[in-house]
């Protein structure tokens, strides 16, 4: 099992920023590719970005392209998302995911954390 849990949500206005984290507990964390899934109120929950179990390989959604960054800390066992020029639109709650390969984080990740509010006001 692994354990997920997301830290730095909150409140900012468009065009700031925010940094989440996801530490992850149970099993050995470089041996997981891991990624950011996000829902909206009333929207589909959906894929943010990803990264290899290494960092060199990320992925995103094309609207999240430019103004997040996705990265990782093998050593500390903690992911990040740095989000820039946040917008209303991404406003949702961000969930941290993990599974052995990056197809799987794009599409069924096994493991979730509980998520953390992410509210851009206008």
């Known amino acids: 099992q692994v354990q997920l849990v997301e830290s730095g949500g909150g409140l900012v206005q468009a065009g700031g920023s925010l940094r989440l984290s996801c530490a992850a507990s149970?099993?050995?964390?470089?041996?997981?590719?891991m990624g950011w899934f996000r829902q909206a109120p009333e929207k589909e929950r959906e894929f943010v970005a990803a990264?290899?179990?290494?960092?060199?390989?990320?992925h995103y959604e094309d609207s999240v392209k430019g103004r997040f960054t996705i990265s990782r800390d093998n050593f500390k066992n903690t992911m990040y998302l740095q989000m820039n020029s946040l917008k209303s639109e991404d406003t949702a709650v961000y969930y941290c995911?993990?599974?052995?390969?990056?197809?799987?984080?794009?599409?069924?990740?096994?493991?979730w954390g509980q998520g953390t509010q992410v509210t851009v006001s206008a």
């Open positions: 990264i290899d179990w290494s960092g060199y390989i990320t």
């Open positions: 995911v993990a599974d052995r390969t990056l197809t799987a984080v794009h599409a069924t990740p096994g493991y």
């Open positions: 149970g099993r050995t964390f470089s041996n997981y590719c």
